[in-house]
């Protein structure tokens, strides 16, 4: 679901002043998100833009969109603050921004590492389809990705799928055992607004307090330790979306947002040569995590 800003609305913020935002905590503060909801409540289009983002995102059959910032990206400036404030105000009108990394920036850097875990964030390699935070108690509601530079090579489409239509594909003794508490992944220290560890988790989980999260990582495949036909379960998921993927390159502005309860998302591979790429025109992503405001607009 890409989605265009109307020229109109362009216009308009292209010069639209924002302030600075306010953490409060890992939290954008109260006074940012009004500030930031209701300054551009009177640009002309913004509504019914954020009313087509919020739909695409939360709306039946939807679970994510990529909003097309390139002609802001390219007037403003990347680098700018004032642009990226206009993203986190897109962001904003779906939920609230945080940073669930004390020691990060509320936007972090996703660049390419080319000595990283190939697999990994940052890595050179497939990244394969997972949701972030997978062992937090209360992941992100949703994930955000803002392009501000490709492969230079021409690598690393982003790969996105339903998540509750692969697990329908699924047989139900391949559905009851997702649901035992036997799964885990990768570690977790020093994180904000996210709650607990949560290890071993069920994939598809109705204790799960918030419900809707298919909790997967196909990481887990190569790096956790499970039992056999625990381990073939998740295969069969990670094959299941696999089949139903879509995929797409992000292109300088793009803004792709994931609802975390209804879409897992990954990366292919970035092409091959990246040691011969300058670290300063590598791709460059940035990276936002939001808290729905209720839960009754992320359930789907
Ligand atoms: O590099 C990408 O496009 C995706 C990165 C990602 O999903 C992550 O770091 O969690
Ligand atoms: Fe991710």
């Not at 905590?25 to 640009?43: K, M, W």
């Not at 709306?59 to 390139?70: C, H, I, Q, S």
């Not at 603050?81 to 993203?87: E, S």
Request: some cysteine; charged content about 20%; overall charge negative.
């Amino acid at each position: 679901m890409f989605i265009d800003i109307p020229s109109e609305l362009e216009a308009a913020l292209i010069n639209f002043p924002l302030p600075e935002w306010e953490l409060d905590g890992p939290f954008l503060t109260e006074t940012t998100v009004e500030r930031y909801r209701s300054e551009l409540a009177v640009a002309p289009q913004f509504v019914e833009t954020t009313a087509t983002l919020r739909h695409a995102l939360t709306g039946e059959g939807g679970g994510y969109a990529v909003l097309r910032l390139g002609n802001l990206a390219k007037a403003l400036g990347i680098d700018n603050g004032r642009f990226l404030r206009l993203a986190t105000a897109f962001a904003t009108d779906v939920a609230t921004p945080f940073s669930p990394f004390p020691r990060w920036p509320l936007w972090k850097d996703i660049g390419v590492k080319v000595d990283k875990d190939p697999g990994k964030s940052s890595g050179i390699g497939y990244n394969a389809f997972h949701m972030d935070l997978v062992n937090a108690s209360r992941p992100p509601d949703f994930t955000t990705l803002l392009c501000v530079r490709r492969d230079p090579l021409g690598g690393g489409p982003s790969i996105l799928s339903d998540a509750h239509a692969a697990v329908a594909r699924l047989s139900e003794d391949c559905r009851a055992l997702l649901a035992e508490s036997a799964y885990h992944y990768g570690t977790f220290f020093d994180l904000f607004g996210v709650g607990e560890e949560y290890k071993p988790f069920p994939i598809l989980g109705s204790s799960d307090p918030d419900g809707g999260f298919v909790r997967f990582t196909a990481k887990m495949l190569s790096r956790s330790d499970l039992s056999r036909a625990h381990a073939d379960a998740a295969r069969r998921l990670a094959e299941e979306l696999v089949q139903g993927q879509v995929s797409f390159m992000l292109q300088p502005g793009d803004y792709l947002m994931v609802n975390q309860r209804r879409f897992l998302h990954g990366r292919e591979p970035l092409h091959s040569g990246q040691n011969t790429v300058p670290a300063a025109d590598r791709r460059l992503l940035l990276q936002l995590f939001l808290r729905a405001r209720g839960l009754a607009t992320t359930r789907p």
